[in-house]
């Protein structure tokens, strides 16, 4: 997967024309990461990740999808890809991808005890979210507003701005739906 993920980065700067120093301007991303990434000498974090699907104008999942075959009608658990953060732990897998005629996506997520994950501004503007929690406690801060959510509750929400996802003592895991 890193492998796929790295050459699919590579050509989406390629495509948007831009040089790795420009790349660095847009996302604050230093240019040895982004050169690394491109390499799969590394594994992107979520942060980085979501720096540079600000920069193309893409959802995470919208770029991880990329680097999948085309989605079939019928996702097998088998088949489902994962991605895992390697320096908080996080952990999401894609349930349904989005695809060229379905734009929603179905992201099942798990963050690991006393993690935070903050994300400066959403890849699209309006991008609109629907969190069901399926277990632990988890605070979701949406344009500074600090929302706790217990198991079973459900946050909906446009992003606009900032967000952050924030556990106490125990994990979170939960259903994340994107359209």
């Known amino acids: 997967m890193d492998t796929l993920l790295a050459q699919q980065l590579c050509k989406l700067r390629n495509q948007s024309g831009w040089t790795l120093d420009q790349l660095v301007q847009k996302t604050g991303v230093s240019r040895a990461t982004l050169a690394r990434l491109e390499k799969a000498q590394v ?27 085309q989605a079939t009608p019928v996702i097998t658990a088998t088949s489902r890809k994962s991605w895992s953060d390697p320096a908080t732990g996080f952990k999401r897998s894609v349930i349904s991808p989005p695809s060229a ?24 503007a309006g991008l609109e979210h629907h969190l069901l929690l399926l277990s632990g406690q988890l605070t979701v801060t949406v344009d500074e507003t600090a929302h706790l959510l217990n198991t079973g509750d459900c946050l909906r929400y446009r992003l606009y701005g900032a967000s952050c996802f924030e556990t106490g003592p125990e994990d979170a895991h939960y259903h994340l739906f994107l359209l």
């Open 101 to 124: 005629d379905l734009a929603g996506e179905w992201l099942n997520c798990h963050l690991p005890a006393n993690q935070r994950i903050n994300y400066d501004t959403p890849p699209r």
């Open 43 to 69: 594994s992107p974090t979520t942060d980085t990740l979501a720096k540079l699907c600000r920069a193309y104008g893409i959802s995470m999942s919208r770029l991880l999808a990329l680097v999948e075959d």
